[in-house]
Nanobody, 124 residues
Framework: QVQLVESGGGSVQAGGSLRLACAAS???????MAWFRQAPGKEREGVAA????????YYSDSVKGRFAISQDNTLNTVYLQMNTLKPEDSAMYYC??????????????????WGQGTQVTVSS
């Protein structure tokens, strides 16, 4: 049984930093792990992804240069370091696992497992 558990969310002032973590269990092999976010009234959007085989990382334009995704050596925990946070970064952040390679990681439909989410609130 696959389980993804996010942690590290919270409230921070604009310009601050947070580090999210996602612990995965029951995943024997994944193509990528990713972070998505969803603000109230908006669609869920891909934020960052890391591919297991190559360790290549990808980011949405809105967070490029401010966020960094990484994975521990066991490949079971993925982190999202978020710096220079802005109020528009406020959202529920979800960890996801995709089992298939060669698909657009940023499409919600291409992730196979999801965590419950962790809230990030950035005040101005």
């Amino acid at each position: 049984q696959v389980q993804l558990v996010e942690s590290g969310g919270g409230s921070v002032q604009a310009g601050g930093s947070l580090r999210l973590a996602c612990a995965a269990s029951g995943v024997t092999r994944s193509a990528f792990m990713a972070w998505f976010r969803q603000a109230p009234g908006k669609e869920r959007e891909g934020v960052a992804a890391i591919f297991s085989r190559t360790a290549n990382t990808y980011y949405s334009d809105s967070v490029k240069g401010r966020f960094a995704i990484s994975q521990d050596n066991t490949l079971n925990t993925v982190y999202l370091q978020m710096n220079t946070l802005k109020p528009e970064d406020s959202a529920m952040y979800y960890c996801a696992v995709g089992l298939r390679s060669g698909v657009p990681w940023f499409r919600v439909s291409n992730s196979d497992y999801w965590g419950q989410g962790t809230q990030v609130t950035v005040s101005s």
